[in-house]
Structure formats: structure tokens, C-alpha cells
């Protein structure tokens, strides 16, 4: 694949780290053979004879990692919202994603799941499939044909399903996972596969510690879920005794990862001090989703303590318990979360600011991935033209501004093209 | 003007009451003279003369009403929103309201804000303007040429806004808010005049009581706000020794209003039982404004008790604080504050159902101006007519589960038409 070389010029806005977003009106975005060569107010001598395209007065922004959705629950969202996490996955999510043993749904769902999220702020994403191998793998088609890079993890789950959405037992689970990989091999360019346990209650003891051990004979990465509901978290308890928190569980089958092949956990809205210490000293990342944990009122995860302490946290959407793969929308909860946990839990934990959101949502995630989500040189150029013009306004704002405005407006903030590692794989058309 | 008469035809949806919403696919929708004459699975023979309007697939949905929204406040929607009340109204909102004296500005900006109510679902609405006079009548004439129905305050401000946003004194203060009642007599068919102290910390007792008193003479109704945020709370406490709670304060100055003159109070967001039982006796309206109330960390009113005890509630945007006019993302909010409410403050506060939030934003607001919000017979005929077809699915939705999802992704749900009192008001062209 060759990639291009360019300049691009507009209002461009990046993390320098997780206190600062620097901006430039009409500044300059240097991409050479699709990594970012830095962003300037004012062009570089070096980079004059690059092709240069003019946004105006638009805004430039790095591409976001959505650290957790769920792409066959896509279809679905927005519906059943007044039940709970273990009703909610029982009475919607587990029926739908039996229907995906059907190739000809899972091709057109896909469709609808690959498409949407190609035209939205996130260049990046970590996915769970269903349990079945071969939607699983024409879903890993179609979002390696859109340029985004993405890894996609085929569901393992031998208990607690129901009938149409089980695997026989531990050693069928294991089995299909392992073929499923030799089928992913040298198949995809942007696309990699990720071992994902559902969470404990779909998984036995035996499938849990199989995870585990392939996990390390191939290198692979994990994806699960940890300390979403209160109801969970008892269930979890009872299914693995010897366990002395639900991260204690993970550990025990050896899928909490290192830092060289960290594990995601989504949600962690109920960790307390012994499972941020494990997560940290794993290496783990925090999927942290807080439109889903408000939807299904599993709560608010205390972020602010999760960064003092130093843990890896990107944003999430979680569709189909968040309604919506818009990760700007999903900024404005994540930052009216944080602050609900700081009026109504305790006041002594600081809501998250702006420029600590933004930092999620770009590099915070996008680390998960190597160099990715800001605009220094030397990290991939993954980056969202936005037309905010449809925002009427009386005053000139600063870039600042403007990117917190489109944060709390997602909806009048356009999408008008979006690159990732230089290559343009979004333009608006209509 | 004369009304017209018709039927309309899609997919109906309305509350019976706050816990039943009543569904019909591709159902009739009857208008006779600007009244509501029912909604139908098939249409009465004696409505078969009447000319039918086919919207198919599409959703009619009853208008919303948007019960506290600050016209002035809307071009700077958005930004700003790390800090909490009290900063954030001299940081921001004062200084931008004093551009209001400008009459070129104000018509400018006004029409921004205008433009954007006559799109979006609301058709009623109870708004602030500034205390400058000039600029409110230009408010009340573009609100008034829209069509939809509204009611519009010049706002009493006569201490702590600055030197530029503070009328002299008491006497001034009421002095213009008599010749801004004269001006307004006789001038709009759509647009009333209410009374706006803006809050207790920017009114004197002197002008209370003379707001008060104005109130009564004129059978005026009076809005303001009520039990925001703490910080506020203690001023107010300083600045009436004399009361015993926020809201009796308003009580000592004869401005809670009555059953038949109510009052509307913006958040409530900390009244206890004390204050509940102040605003049942004056039959007062609570505006709840989830998303201000998130954003600038105010907190989040006990929604569920207001109902229970039987109090009149309806939804509110509260722009700029709110960040949007959406009132279908303000219903998903609504939903997820009180949700934390019950998960982080006191699981014996269920959290609203989507039956609830809906009727709130309909019916509940509605009620404020008479029989207005729902489509049962003899209700005034405010419609919204909405294409939510570019949110795919797998699955045959039914109405119910539409109306959902449309409130979980307000951006993918597009206005097609707008009806008041049986005028179409607005219509998308694009």
C-alpha cells in the first residue's frame, strides 16, 4: 500500500498530554508516507513542495478509538433501556446475536455496523463479534475493507447463553477459536484478531484457563468485560469462589495480560482499590463506557481515580447498551458522569476537565494501539475533518471552544473526511 | 386565522397517562379546526370527507414542550461548561447578555435562536430574554411570526449582575417592566408576557414584592429558578434571612403563584420534602433541566419524588447551561440522571420509565398551557411529524420500540413537519 504525503490546513486541535489541548487557527498537519510529521501555525520550509489541501475554517482533529462496542448488537440500539445489564442481555442481546449463525444476516447487519462506523469520529476500534466463526469472519472482512484499524474478537462462551447461544462445552469453544485464527491468517491488512472470553458467567473454569494459555502460546491480546453490575459482580463470586474480587478471577485463569499484551476491560464501574491495583499492575486498559453504565443503571466508574493512579483508560461506546457509536456524544457523558460522581459519591474526586476527556478519547484509547490519537511527530495520522459551520454562533471562537461546543452539540458537528495512517477512507459526499 | 381540518396517517404515538403510551401503526390523526379530534386504528367515517395527509413509515409524535430555555444564551451553547453556576454566570452569561442593549445584535442573535426552536421538537416554550426591553420585543416578534406558542420575560435583574447587566434599582426595574407590558398589549397572537425575576440573588426585596404585586394586579404568571446548585443556595439563605427555605423566600414575596396562575421554577434540583410541599400548595410548575443540572454540576433532582407527590412537572433544555434545544435529547438525560439518582443517592427512588420521560416532555410540560401534549380529543393539535428511516435495523420495530430509539439517537431523527394548534409551522425543505 502506498501512502500519500500531504499537507493539510485548518483548525487543528491535539493533546500534548492529558492537561493541555493545542490548537492552531489555521495551522498547518504534515503526513508523510501516513505518519504525522507534527502540526504547525506556520508551514515548514521542508514540507512546501507536499500537496497541501485547505480546509478552511474547519476543524482537524486526531481520530478516535472506540475501546469496546459490540457490532452485532448495532441493529438493535436504543431499545430496552429500562432493564438492567443481566435482564437486558437475556431479553435483547442474546437472542440477537443467535441470529448470526445466519450468513445471510450477518452480512447485511454488518453492513449496517461496518458503514456507521466509518463515518464517524473513530478511527479505531476494538470490537466483539458473536460466538460464530464465519459472521465473525465476514465481519472482519468488511471492516478491513474500510481502511479503519480494528481489532475483532470471535465470543467465546460455553454456559449461561441459553440454548441458541452456547458452545457445546470448553473444548468445542477452544477448538472453534483456534480454527477461527488459522482462518484469520494473513487474510487481513487493518484487521486483528483478539481472544474474547464474554465475561465470566459465559465462560467455564476450563474454557477461562484454555483462553489463557493460547492467549500466551499466540501472543494474543484479550477483551472481556469486568465490574459492570452489582448483580454480576455477586454472580461472579458464586461461580468462582476461590476468587477474592472479580479482577482476582481474571488473574486466575491467566487472562489479565501483561503491559507488552494488555488486556481490555470494559466498564469497571464498581472496581475498587485491590481491582485498580491489579488492573495496574497488569498492564490492563479501562474501557470506560459511560453512556452504556448510565443506560443500564450499573453506575459510574470513578475515573479520575483510575488516571491519578496511572491506568490505562480509553473512551467506549459499548452499543448496544450506549445507544450510539458517536464517541463526541460519548465525551459529554463520559464528562456529566464525572461530574455526578463528584457531587453525588465523593467530593473529593475531581470531575474530569475538557482536555482530560479529549485525551481519552483520542490518545488515551489510541495508545492501545502504539502511536496514535494526537498530532506530535512519529504517531500514525489518524485524523476527523469537522464542518462545524452548522453551529451558529455570535462570537469568533478560539479552537478551544469550538471543540468543546462540538462536544456538547454532536449532532450539528459534521463529519467531512477522515484519514487513518494518511490514507483517506471517509469523504462526505451529500 | 383560520384553522385548518385534516387527518394525517403513519405512525402515532401519544401518553394516555404518565405510565401508558398509546401506539398505532399507520394509525389517523384527526385536526378539526386546530383541535385534536382523536387518534385511530382506522379512520371514523364521519373524518372520511377530510383531506388525509399520508406520512407512511414516518412517526407523529405530539409537540414538545421546552419549559425554561434562555434565548440570549443560545450562540454561546457549549463552552464554558467546566465550571459550575455561579461561575459560570459572570464568566459567560452576563457579559454576553449585556450585548442585548445592541439592538442590531439582539435581532441577529435572536434570529439564530428562533430559526433553531421553529426546527426542533418543541412547540411551545417558556423563555427568558434579558432585562432590556427593546430586545425582548424583538424576541416576542420573531417568537410570535414562528408560530409556535410561547411565553417570553423581560427579566428583573437590579443588583449582582455587574455594571452592565443591572437595572438602577427596584423602581426602575419595575418601572420598565410595566412599559415593556404596555407595548406588549394588543401586539402577538402567539406570544404572552410572563414575569422574570431571574433569581433571588439578582432582585432586591423592594422588587420582589413589587413583582409580586404586579402579578396579581395583571394575572400575571411569574417564572424563575429554584434550589440549583449549593453555592446558590447559601447566598439566598444570606439574602433572606427572614425564609426558611429558597422557595419560601419566593413565598414571602407573594411570587409561587397559584393553581390558576402557576408559577414555573427552573431545577429544584435540592428541594427536600419542605420545598416539595411549598411548590404542590401553589400549584407550581418544576422545570427539570437534567442536563444543565449535569453540566454545570449542580446535581440531580429527585424527579420520581416530584411525581409521586402528585407535583406538576414538565422537561426543560435550559440553554445555554443545557447545551441543545433537542428535547428528545434531553428526555435521554432525563433518563440517565435519574437513573444515577437511584443507583448512587437512594434505591428507594425508582428510576423514571421511558413511559414517564415521554409523558414529561409531552403532556407533562404541555399542561402549562392548557390541554396541550397528547392526542386525545379536545387537546390543542401540536404535532411533530419525524423520519427516523436512516436509523437501519434487522428487525420490524414497533412504534413504541421507535420512539425509544429515536430518544437514544436524537441525531438520526429527522423533523419532517411541524403542527401548532393545527398550522403547519415548519417544514424540511433540504
Chains 1, 2 share one sequence.
Request: proline fraction near 3%.
Amino acid at each position: 500500500m502506498i501512502q500519500e504525503s500531504f499537507v493539510l490546513r485548518g483548525g487543528i486541535a491535539f493533546s500534548d498530554n492529558k492537561n493541555n489541548i493545542t490548537t492552531y487557527y489555521r495551522g498547518y498537519l504534515v503526513c508523510v508516507d501516513g505518519i504525522c510529521k507534527g502540526a504547525f501555525p506556520a508551514l515548514p520550509e521542508e514540507y512546501k513542495g507536499l500537496k497541501l489541501y485547505d480546509y478552511g475554517e474547519r476543524l482537524i482533529i486526531p481520530g478516535m478509538t472506540d475501546l469496546h462496542v459490540h457490532a452485532p448488537q448495532y441493529t438493535f440500539r436504543g431499545i430496552g433501556m429500562d432493564e438492567e445489564l443481566l435482564e437486558w442481555l437475556s431479553t435483547y442481546t442474546f437472542p440477537e446475536e443467535a441470529k448470526y449463525s445466519d450468513m445471510e444476516y450477518a452480512h447485511r447487519a454488518y453492513n449496517y455496523f461496518t458503514e456507521d462506523l466509518r463515518r464517524c469520529f473513530s478511527t479505531r476500534a476494538v470490537v466483539f463479534g458473536t460466538l460464530h466463526n464465519e459472521a465473525t469472519l465476514e465481519l472482519m472482512n468488511q471492516l478491513d475493507q474500510t481502511g479503519l484499524i480494528t481489532y475483532v474478537g470471535k465470543v467465546n462462551m460455553d454456559r449461561n447463553g441459553g440454548e441458541n447461544l452456547e458452545e457445546a462445552d470448553a473444548a468445542a469453544s477452544l477448538q472453534a477459536t483456534r480454527e477461527w485464527l488459522e482462518r484469520c491468517e494473513g487474510r487481513y491488512v487493518n484487521t486483528k484478531p483478539i481472544l474474547t472470553p464474554r465475561f465470566i458467567p459465559s465462560c467455564s473454569d476450563e474454557l477461562m484457563k484454555g483462553l489463557g494459555e493460547l492467549s500466551k502460546e499466540k501472543g494474543l491480546r484479550i477483551q472481556s468485560h469486568l465490574s459492570e453490575n452489582l448483580s454480576e459482580i455477586a454472580w461472579v463470586k458464586e461461580l468462582v469462589p476461590a476468587s477474592s474480587c472479580y479482577a482476582n478471577a481474571y488473574e486466575l485463569f491467566d487472562t489479565m495480560g501483561t503491559p507488552e499484551c494488555p488486556t481490555i476491560m470494559a466498564h469497571c464501574v464498581h472496581s475498587d482499590e485491590k481491582e485498580m491495583e491489579i488492573l495496574k499492575n497488569h498492564g490492563a486498559y479501562i474501557a470506560h463506557c459511560a453512556d452504556s453504565n448510565m443506560n443500564l443503571t450499573s453506575g459510574i466508574a470513578p475515573i479520575r481515580k483510575f488516571l491519578d493512579a496511572g491506568i490505562n483508560i480509553g473512551l467506549a461506546t459499548d452499543v448496544a447498551a450506549g445507544s450510539s457509536m458517536n464517541m463526541v456524544k460519548t465525551m459529554l457523558i463520559t464528562l456529566q458522569a464525572s461530574k455526578m460522581y463528584y457531587r453525588l459519591v465523593d467530593q473529593n474526586v475531581k470531575p474530569l476537565t475538557f482536555e482530560e476527556v479529549f485525551y481519552l478519547a483520542t490518545e488515551g484509547g489510541g495508545s492501545y494501539f502504539g502511536k496514535v490519537g494526537t498530532f506530535k511527530p512519529g504517531y500514525d495520522f489518524d485524523a476527523v475533518v469537522v464542518d462545524d459551520s452548522k453551529m451558529c454562533s455570535m462570537r469568533d471562537m478560539s479552537i478551544r471552544e469550538r471543540i468543546e461546543r462540538m462536544c456538547y452539540n454532536d449532532a450539528d458537528a459534521v463529519i467531512k473526511d477522515k484519514f487513518v495512517k494518511g490514507r483517506k477512507v471517509y469523504t462526505r459526499t451529500e
